[in-house]
């Protein structure tokens, strides 16, 4: 019960600041736009090819999670955190559910996107996925969602010893939009890039998401995906999990 | 004028001590800072991999572009950006009527009173760039394309700053928009392509965005000698004409602002 009355405060107080969400939502717009425009002047715009950034428009949306301010700069370098630590609810179950009123209205969002290039510029997207799949789709991005927050979360942590993690955060910030193929689609890549990018996390939460739903897998290739993105969580839980009870003890609120 | 001169200087000085005071804090920021420039780097590397051309614009001179965006960027960022980064806050705390009462124009203290240092790495390591990529591909450059490369980056700081501050203003209006800037930060992305691109794009609502195009596109073509003297002429056009309006929207954003303290 108090699960689900935490979830309708979250959700109020994301739905109170939407258009701050809209905003949110034109950034990730903004950046594909302009590369689609490039592609096109480059010679090799592709109606594949615009759908791929509209749907990292839209994966962007649904997978990336901005967890890490909250978490370093209020939270611990603050000191609230000493208000979570004293509730008998996980922080990271907290933070989780805190996010799914963002995800939902980001969802919403999305659906409208979607919808709106549907109706208006059916030619502007081509997605080719068999719709027996699209469980599989769901499940590809909720990992990839999990692995974004988890990997957020962990790193966040690092304020336990670093207090200021912020020119940190910019760094990971540029690693995760150079691999997870934000940029152009990972196959573009000069191969060693390519091959980095397939072993780190960062392409199973926003490259491998869109592909999924634009239709590129097959079937053995989404039970490959779903695999690692399996892999890659259990081993970011077990690194989350050691470092939030490591930096707990290390933990001072002072006058809180 | 020369009051102002002044207070700058002394601004200047303050903001460089602070530096001193939180060592740890100019370091983070600095790492930072590099860290994006050479996101730019690797951002055109990528692109240029693949693409040769774009807009009439081959892939050594689109990596000039990127390089005159770290440049300007650089400037920018040390001059203006962190102060607009507060100004949401200011409002909401009800610090601006502090600034209101002081006997110094708002437009200037919301816009200088503080410097970032760290930021003029990015335009050190852009010249760095800028003079080997020049030197390596063997372009002819003169005193007069260097020069007027120096004058056009200085009218593209003041189109940069009039159309951040027009966004900015809005916030006496809705100053819970903080992300307003970091969508500002992702529009001065127009700035690392030609400005061919919007233009040449077919979409109408386009056209708006063709100034920031233009900041870092003329005074490249100048450099490369191109052909740019129509677009010279309508980025100082421009350039003044922004100024001017984002002076005249601030003064019409004051007479509605209500405190809230």
Not at chain 2, 33 to 53: C, D, P, Q, R
Not at chain 2, 89 to 116: C, E, N, V
Request: hydrophobic share 55%; aromatic share 16%.
């Amino acid at each position: 019960m108090r699960w689900i009355r935490m979830l309708s405060l979250y959700f109020e107080r994301t739905f109170e600041y939407r258009l701050r969400s809209l905003l949110w939502l034109m950034l990730p717009m903004i950046n594909n736009m302009t590369l689609i425009l490039f592609w096109t002047g480059a010679g090799m715009g592709s109606s594949a090819l615009s759908t791929y950034y509209i749907l990292m428009t839209i994966g962007g949306l649904l997978t990336t999670s901005h967890v890490e301010y909250e978490v370093s700069e209020i939270d611990i370098k603050q000191g609230q955190l000493v208000n979570y630590l004293t509730k008998p609810i996980s922080y990271y179950w907290m933070n989780l559910l805190n996010e799914i009123p963002y995800r939902v209205l980001q969802m919403i969002y999305a659906t409208t996107i979607i919808g709106f290039f549907l109706l208006f510029f059916p030619r502007a997207l081509s997605i080719t996925l068999n719709m027996l799949y699209f469980p599989l789709v769901i499940l590809i991005f909720t990992l990839g969602y999990l692995l974004s927050f988890t990997f957020k979360m962990s790193l966040s942590y690092l304020a336990f010893w670093f207090k200021d993690i912020h020119g940190l955060m910019e760094l990971v910030t540029i690693v995760i939009i150079i691999m997870s193929g934000g940029i152009m689609p990972l196959p573009w890549y000069p191969q060693t890039l390519q091959t980095i990018s397939n072993i780190l996390p960062f392409a199973y939460s926003g490259y491998y998401p869109v592909v999924s739903l634009q239709g590129v897998l097959s079937l053995n290739q989404m039970i490959t995906v779903i695999t690692v993105q399996g892999i890659w969580l259990s081993i970011l839980l077990l690194i989350h999990n050691a470092l939030w009870s490591r930096g707990v003890k290390e933990f001072t609120a002072v006058g809180q | 004028m020369r009051r102002y001169l002044r207070i700058y200087k002394a601004v200047l000085k303050i903001n460089l001590s602070l530096i001193l005071a939180y060592r740890a804090n100019f370091i983070s920021h600095l790492f930072s800072t590099t860290a994006w420039a050479a996101f730019n780097f690797i951002w055109i590397g990528l692109l240029t991999h693949k693409a040769s051309s774009a807009f009439g614009w081959r892939s050594d001179e689109l990596v000039v572009i990127t390089i005159g965006y770290i440049i300007i960027t650089g400037i920018y960022y040390f001059l203006f950006a962190h102060n607009f980064e507060n100004f949401s806050q200011i409002i909401d705390h009800g610090r601006f009527d502090s600034i209101l009462l002081k006997p110094l124009d708002s437009q200037f203290q919301i816009s200088m009173m503080d410097a970032s240092y760290a930021s003029l790495i990015r335009t050190v390591l852009g010249v760095i760039g800028l003079i080997w990529w020049v030197s390596a591909h063997h372009y002819s450059v003169g005193l007069f394309q260097v020069v007027s490369f120096i004058v056009l980056m200085g009218v593209g700081v003041v189109v940069m700053y009039s159309v951040w501050f027009l966004f900015i203003t809005t916030l006496i209006w809705y100053p819970n928009l903080s992300n307003i800037v970091d969508f500002l930060y992702t529009l001065n992305g127009f700035a690392r392509y030609p400005a061919e691109m919007l233009r040449n794009s077919g979409i109408p609502s386009l056209i708006l965005l063709v100034p920031i195009s233009l900041i870092v596109a003329t005074p490249v073509k100048i450099l490369l000698q191109k052909n740019a003297w129509g677009d010279i002429l309508l980025i100082i056009v421009i350039g003044c004409t922004l100024f001017w309006l984002s002076r005249i929207f601030w003064k019409f954003a004051l007479k509605h602002y209500t405190s809230a303290s």
